[in-house]
């Protein structure tokens, strides 16, 4: 059974910064494009950042260029999302989920399976 378990969410403050982890079972990770996507409250999943299988490519959407940093353990099965700069409008809910390969680099498409978005780990950034 493939499972994608989030963490490291919280509330911060503007400017502050978190590292969000994405610990993988049931597959071999290195195998797998796989990305981060947010969904706010009332509005649509959105593609934050996502990598191919070699990592040779990433994807960052254009809201997180400069301030999130994505990284992989394939060893530890786990990838990370290491988010700096932080603003209220990052906000959300954060998930890790494979992506269609495809795709990348020019954008971030999940796999069109709900199974794969598990409970997530929120965001808050607010004074």
């Known amino acids: 059974q493939l499972q994608f378990v989030t963490s490291g969410g919280g509330l911060v403050q503007p400017g502050g910064s978190l590292r969000l982890s994405c610990a993988t079972s049931g597959f071999t990770l290195e195998n797998v494009a796989i990305g981060w996507f947010l969904q706010a409250p009332g509005k649509e999943r959105e593609g934050v950042s996502c990598?191919?299988?070699?990592?040779?490519?990433?994807n960052y959407a254009d809201s997180v260029k400069g301030r999130f940093t994505l990284s992989r353990d394939n060893a530890r099965s786990t990838m990370y999302l290491q988010m700096n700069s932080l603003k209220p409008e990052d906000t959300a809910a954060y998930y890790c989920?494979?992506?269609?390969?495809?795709?990348?680099?020019?954008?971030?498409?999940?796999?069109?399976?709900?199974?794969?978005w598990g409970q997530g780990t929120q965001v808050t950034v607010s004074s």
């Open positions: 990598t191919n299988i070699s990592g040779a490519f990433t």
């Open positions: 989920v494979p992506v269609l390969p495809s795709f990348l680099p020019q954008s971030c498409v999940p796999i069109p399976d709900d199974d794969y």
